[in-house]
């Protein structure tokens, strides 16, 4: 008799979120709603995965990261180098009202949680976005 097939295991979601209780709640939410996840805490470490090939389902990314490499520097690479990926971005950020953070929403199109934020609320962009868990 042959084995069955072994599910494939979900991709992760690349986390980038430089500010560790974030990070920390970020992460819990997503496992707890089902999704493995990958975390970088700058913009320059997500980078560094994505160019290595690493598959994501998706990126929930802050806008502002230290290092020189914000949100919007990785959604434009990933627009140009993993094209795959760029419908499946969820910003979040604490500073929605900032001119910058509204022109780069409107031009990228990227949905955008607003911090803080309620789990429920965030899960729900973020399977609209990605699809559920498996």
Known sequence: MSQPA?????LPVLLIEDEPGVMAYVLATLERSGYPVVCAE????????LEAGDDFLGVVSDMR????????DVHTWIATNRPELVSR???ITGDIANEETVETL??????CVEKPFR??????VVEKTMGKAL
Not at 106 to 111: D, I, S
């Open 106 to 111: 409107r031009k990228t199109g990227a949905p």
């Open 89 to 91: 971005i969820v910003f």
């Open 65 to 72: 990261t230290p290092g020189g490499v914000n949100g919007v």
């Open 6 to 10: 072994a599910k494939p295991l979900p």
């Open 42 to 49: 700058s913009g320059i470490k997500a980078l560094e995965l």
């Open 119 to 124: 789990v429920r609320q965030f899960i729900s």
